[in-house]
């Protein structure tokens, strides 16, 4: 199995920011894709950003230009730091994270993928 423990969510006016941390843990052998997540009341969980095992960021365009996600690879650790935060991005985030295994003697690998619980970011006005 795989934990992930994710930090940094809270309270911050307009304008402001916040820096969340995801940090996993359990029996994997590498981590493919790291990413963060959003859920607003009564819409969908959408992408905000995602960084691959090589460092290439994505980002949805509601978040480019304020936010940025980077990897920690000693500590299998993602990061989102969040700027200039505005009301619409209150939300859960949530940390997703593709796990690699190997199954065999042959090097086959399988990939999983895992959900933080999520924490809340609130923007206030």
């Known amino acids: 199995q795989v934990q992930l423990a994710e930090s940094g969510g809270g309270l911050v006016q307009a304008g402001g920011s916040l820096r969340l941390s995801c940090a996993a843990s359990?029996?994997?052998?590498?981590?493919?894709?790291m990413a963060w997540y959003r859920q607003a009341p009564g819409k969908e969980r959408e992408l905000v950003a995602r960084?691959?095992?090589?460092?290439?960021?994505n980002y949805a365009d509601s978040v480019k230009g304020r936010f940025t996600i980077s990897r920690g690879y000693a500590e299998n650790t993602v990061h989102l730091q969040m700027n200039s935060l505005k009301p619409e991005d209150t939300a859960v985030y949530y940390c997703?994270?593709?796990?690699?295994?190997?199954?065999?003697?042959?090097?086959?690998?399988?990939?999983?993928?895992?959900w933080g619980s999520g924490t809340l970011v609130t923007v206030s006005s």
């Open positions: 359990g029996r994997f052998d590498s981590i493919n894709v």
């Open positions: 960084i691959t095992s090589g460092g290439t960021p």
């Open positions: 997703n994270v593709a796990v690699r295994r190997v199954v065999n003697v042959e090097g086959a690998t399988v990939t999983q993928n895992y």
